[in-house]
């Protein structure tokens, strides 16, 4: 199947469809998932207020003084929510790659509930951490909620059309995402007054850690490039009305490699170019319940082919891959 640049999927047209059609747009999204693992997703029902209104919210958090943004950091190294500053971070070590912190901030927040069932020292420790939200400005709260769900929702749904691409059964990712360990990042690239320093980029390549991940990239903006089949980096260019997703490690795991978890970058595009430019985004990382136990598909699995991984947790392989992340 010939794939575009980058392809755009209406999400919509795949919830109004009949079965068999259902199958037919599955089958793209298959091929999409097996050749790149990015794609973007149009009529996804997301209320454009929520989305300006998150936005708004973020920008003006990061407009604030650095002083006022420390008041909501994370309270130690390794804390996952919170803001966390420039350069503390460094994402292409997650592939044992040393390299120089990033050029970014972010605020980051997680679970908008904690389940009663949960009792796992490592997960109320990690995944289900208290988000130490910002006194300021005024609504941050209740935008970045309200975005949170819209999120859940549309990764649900989302999640719906890969198990029909995956021949499964529409419904039958459902039962690992009923109390999702996901987290939302909202990320800030500040403008750059000097050059940065060699191999710096503004996100280290990486790939990302769960099953899929949601991204708003600000309208304009150049920077995100992909690793293409042919081994070049090849940008991704924001869609108007979409969301860019990508498939994570996580899922590629489920599907024993037959779905790419393709690694990604930020880089700083040349200054005449916008590269010193302030740059934003929100980031919906996707992950699976806790104590989902995360085994190959026997779906994915051709004649004779035999998993090439171990079952994992969910929770735990997604600890492990954060913590790798610490510059």
């Known amino acids: 199947m010939s794939l575009p640049a980058f392809p755009v999927f209406d999400l919509s047209r795949f919830e109004r469809a009949e079965p068999d059609e259902k199958q037919r747009l599955g089958r793209e999204v298959d091929a999409i998932c097996r050749e790149t693992g990015f794609l973007a997703i149009r009529g996804h029902g997301v209320s454009q207020a929520v989305i300006d209104d998150v936005w708004e919210k973020a920008r003006t958090f990061f407009d604030l003084q650095p002083e006022a943004k420390q008041a909501a950091r994370a309270p130690y190294k390794g804390y996952p929510y919170g803001y966390l500053g420039p350069e503390l971070e460094a994402l292409a070590k997650s592939r044992d790659v040393d390299s120089p912190p990033d050029l970014k901030e972010s605020f980051n927040g997680g679970p908008l509930a904690r389940p009663p069932s949960i009792t796992d020292p490592e997960a109320l420790a990690f995944c289900y951490a208290d988000t130490i939200w910002p006194d300021v400005p005024d609504g941050f709260v209740a935008a970045w909620q309200a975005y949170y769900r819209a999120m859940e929702d549309l990764a649900a749904r989302i999640m719906r059309l890969f198990a029909v691409a995956l021949d499964l059964p529409e419904?039958?990712?459902?039962?690992?995402?009923?109390?999702?360990?996901?987290?939302?990042?909202?990320?800030?690239?500040?403008?750059?007054?000097?050059?940065?320093?060699?191999?710096?980029?503004?996100?280290?390549?990486?790939?990302d850690y769960g099953s899929l991940t949601i991204l708003l990239p600000q309208a304009g903006s150049r920077g995100l490039e992909i690793l293409s089949p042919d081994g070049t980096w090849t940008g991704v260019p924001p869609i108007s009305g979409a969301f860019v997703i990508n498939i994570g490690d996580l899922m590629a795991r489920w599907t024993n490699d037959r779905w790419v978890s393709t690694l990604h970058r930020v880089v700083n595009p040349p200054p005449e170019d916008g590269g010193l430019d302030r740059r934003q985004s929100l980031a919906f990382f996707h992950q699976p319940n806790w104590d989902a136990e995360i085994t190959v598909l026997d779906a994915t699995l051709r004649h004779g082919e035999t998993p090439r991984y171990a079952p994992v947790r969910s929770g735990p392989y997604l600890m492990g891959k954060f913590k790798a992340t610490s510059a």
């Open 171 to 207: 419904t039958y990712f459902d039962r690992f995402i009923t109390a999702p360990i996901s987290a939302l990042r909202a990320l800030n690239y500040p403008q750059q007054h000097v050059a940065p320093k060699p191999g710096q980029l503004r996100a280290g390549a990486h790939t």
